[in-house]
């Protein structure tokens, strides 16, 4: 489809088509399940090129040049050496292999929640000591969100392959990455969705072909492209992937539209047999919940989520309206980065079209981890075997040998292992001691409340790390300050909105017909009507809504409004709209301006055109104040010290920014008994010590755990077994330090002595660790001058 104009993108999405996701500058890419469909863009007025005619009859073909790639080629340049599409169960089979085949370094993992048919949600975690929980950054692979895009699950599963064999075979690059990050492995989130989709292709590719036209195989035989997962139409919870599925009008949900962060908004329909059907509700489904847990309880400083297609790198917002992340500079860096190894375009997910409800949307918002959606591929859900291969590997045109996806996510591993691009805790703590980071906070979606603000729902992040025996630990994390709230919003209002302005209108007389042409210039075929934005009267119009209104869907009005340049009143030789609105069997259209299209004393004109109307039009446009102004926030992480056993030791709020290293030493303060060591021993004029000299002998005692009641410490020669002498030490608190000391008598020693302080050395303190409580000076006693 052209789509010159983010209106034009807009319109389209309007029409309730089955997107593709592909696109590129000025065109996007629809699936037509039937000539109704086809019959929708002729009357929005698009100019369409057929690119593929037949979508089954391409998948069969497709399934033939697999088979004939499988044939031909023993193995594949893929880490793996696969010739063909995994089918589900090879999925789970392969994960497994590969725990079995390398303990210590991979391990299986099953999400939290089974899909509506039952299924399990598996995945893999791969690192060096793969079971110890030792805050490593992390980076999440996944694929399969919608399920008729095979190559997302390929490409996920293919780099956990690269990682093993290269860590195996000694790969200096792949084994840094492996020490020094945790690679999660989802290749099939959906998994209900994705076994229909491909076993109707295998169905569909081994019975040698199938007669017929468009319409007859999608609606024939739509489960190999099916998007959703198999929830019910009704929204009961539950669901079959074997409920009727009639192209288009298919049942489930979107899983790349359910999570939660801005759920229902732009890009995300309420029609549960629409593509994009967002769900009942946020992180309704049992796919995007499982997401949700995993991402919630680890430090995801890098996602990819893998889709088909478009050659695309895109990040997050994917929303306009949501505005330039803070974290922009960074984020474009590792897009373009990515993009630059794949030869795909890197941009803002909203260029394609607005979404809400998507991964990052939700990932990136509410944790600070930087996520990309990569679109996999110029053509096709799944596309040959043979280019899932080259767009791994880099052999593509666009690719150019740069690597392909294989490098690209190279960089998303190595932006993972980046410090600079994160937060890190460091220090000490007891051995064995539990580490545990937690936040809870609202997370808006993009419906409302009666009162005009966004409606929210409850998110919690807690994650845990665990203190190894050497006390020493580093925590890779996630900032403390969500992007979401790290920039302003909004402002103070500095009056109330202007009243409403009214006007109508109706089809041109007697003689004249509707025009049936979203972008007509006829005269006869649209009415103007102009408007000002109020100014200089105290009024604050931060929006407008302009909403018509008629008294049937048996008539069909379209509007566009214009920045009216010249002051006359009329669109005509107005070139590019600011909002437009076209839905189509409806009795309203409506439209929202906002800055910078909406300016104070601003000259607009409405223009209202008769696609296919014989009602006359009543028109509003309402004018509203600004958003409540939302200052910049910075939030704290609370951390809390545990025993092994659970008991919170100490809590303390820790508030850290992307790029910045903290020590904390928490021995004392989560220490669960008292630990005496002696931190400092002296001996006065060491370098000078003769024989008969009374020396003075002063130790430190620190107190590195809870408090620790009344103790001795005692001096000794070593060599000798001889007590020097003893010290009473005093009540310590935790972190507390005192000096103690005794005279040593060197009247009856002569030579190299050894000399130890021993804290608590009558066993008075009970102590967490009863090891570490001595200290040694060496100290030399020369004779008496002319002796």
């Not at 740069?402 to 690209?408: F, I, Y």
């Not at 010290?641 to 030493?665: F, M």
């Not at 809870?706 to 001795?712: D, H, I, K, M, P």
């Amino acid at each position: 489809m052209s789509t010159p104009t983010r209106v034009a993108i807009r319109k389209l999405m309007s029409l309730g088509l089955d997107l593709t996701e592909h696109g590129g500058n000025g065109f996007r890419e629809v699936v037509l399940h039937g000539e109704a469909d086809a019959r929708k863009l002729g009357k929005a007025g698009f100019i369409s090129v057929v690119r593929v005619p037949d979508l089954a009859a391409r998948g069969r073909a497709d399934r033939r040049a697999d088979r004939v790639y499988a044939r031909r080629v023993a193995q594949s340049a893929l880490p793996s050496g696969r010739t063909t599409y995994r089918r589900l169960a090879d999925y789970g089979l392969a994960m497994k292999q590969l725990a079995q085949d390398n303990p210590g370094l991979v391990r299986t993992i099953t999400l939290s929640q089974r899909t509506w048919e039952g299924r399990p949600v598996e995945g893999i975690e791969i690192t060096s000591n793969v079971n110890a929980r030792d805050g490593k950054p992390v980076f999440l692979q996944m694929g399969v969100h919608h399920a008729r895009e095979w190559p997302s699950g390929e490409h996920a599963m293919e780099w956990a392959y690269e990682l093993v064999n290269g860590y195996r075979a000694g790969n200096a690059r792949v084994t840094s990455l492996v020490n020094t990050t945790r690679t999660i492995v989802v290749p099939v989130v959906n998994p209900d969705g994705f076994n229909i989709s491909r076993e109707a292709g295998e169905l569909e590719g081994g019975g040698g072909g199938r007669a017929g036209n468009e319409t007859v195989n999608i609606v024939g035989h739509p489960y190999e492209y099916r998007r959703k997962n198999c929830r019910f139409a009704n929204d009961s919870p539950g669901g079959s992937c074997t409920q009727p599925a009639l192209g288009l009008a298919a049942a489930g949900v979107d899983p790349n539209r359910n999570y939660g962060g801005f759920w229902g908004g732009a890009g995300a329909s309420s029609d549960p047999l629409n593509e994009t059907y967002r769900g009942p509700s946020a992180f309704s489904e049992p796919e995007t919940q499982n997401i949700r847990q995993l991402v919630s309880t680890r430090h995801v400083t890098t996602l990819v989520t893998n889709h088909t297609f478009s050659n695309l790198v895109l990040r997050a917002p994917g929303v306009a309206s949501q505005g330039t992340s803070p974290d922009e500079a960074i984020y474009k860096a590792l897009g373009d980065a990515m993009a630059a190894q794949n030869g795909y375009a890197s941009k803002h997910g909203y260029e394609l079209y607005d979404t809400t409800g998507t991964t990052e949307d939700w990932t990136y918002w509410s944790t600070g981890g930087l996520g990309f959606t990569f679109e996999i591929g110029p053509t096709n859900f799944h596309p040959p075997y043979a280019q899932v291969v080259a767009e791994y590997d880099g052999t593509t045109a666009a690719a150019g040998g740069r690597g392909g996806n294989r490098e690209a996510y190279f960089k998303a591993q190595e932006n993972t292992a980046d410090a600079s691009k994160h937060s890190v805790l460091a220090g000490q703590a007891p051995a064995g001691a539990i580490l545990r980071l937690t936040k809870s906070f609202q997370t808006p979606t993009s419906q409302r409340n009666t009162d005009g603000s966004y409606k929210t729902f409850p998110d919690t992040l807690e994650t845990t790390t665990d203190v190894p025996a050497s006390t020493q630990f580093e925590w890779h994390i996630n900032p403390s300050t969500r992007p979401l709230v790290a920039q302003e919003r909004g402002r103070v209002a500095t009056g109330p909105p202007s009243p409403p302005q009214s006007f109508t209108g109706a089809p041109a007389p007697t003689g004249a017909v509707a025009c049936g042409d979203f972008e007509t210039e006829d005269r006869t075929c649209f009415n103007d009507h102009a408007f000002t934005v109020p100014s200089g009267d105290g009024s604050d119009n931060a929006k407008a809504l302009i909403r018509i209104e008629w008294a049937t869907i048996a008539s069909d009005w379209d509007m566009k409004v214009y920045r009216d340049t010249n002051g006359d009143g009329s669109s005509v030789g107005e070139v590019q709209p600011i909002a437009t609105s076209a839905q189509g069997p409806t009795d309203f259209e409506q439209a929202t301006l906002v800055a910078p299209a909406l300016v104070p004393g601003g000259k607009y004109v409405i223009r209202m055109i008769n696609f296919a109307a014989t009602e006359p039009y009543d028109g509003t446009i309402t004018f509203e104040g600004p958003e409540p102004y939302q200052a910049a926030q910075t939030e704290s992480w609370t951390l809390k010290c545990e025993s092994p056993e659970g008991t919170v030791r100490s809590t303390a709020a820790i508030t850290i920014a992307r790029g910045q290293r903290q020590t904390l030493d928490l021995r004392a303060a989560c220490a669960s008994a008292p630990d005496l060591q002696v931190t400092s021993l002296v001996v006065n004029n060491n370098s000078g010590v003769r024989q008969g000299d009374k020396v003075t002998v002063t130790a430190t005692v620190t107190n590195t755990g809870a408090t620790a009641g009344a103790s001795t410490t005692e001096f000794r020669i070593v060599e000798l077994n001889q007590v020097i002498g003893s010290a009473a030490t005093g009540s310590l608190a935790p972190g507390a330090s005192t000096t103690v000391s005794v005279q040593w008598d060197t009247r009856s020693v002569k030579g190299t002595y050894t000399i130890r302080a021993t804290a608590d050395s009558a066993g008075q303190v009970t102590e967490s660790n009863e090891t570490n409580n001595t200290r040694d000076v060496t100290v030399t006693v020369q004779g008496n001058k002319g002796k």
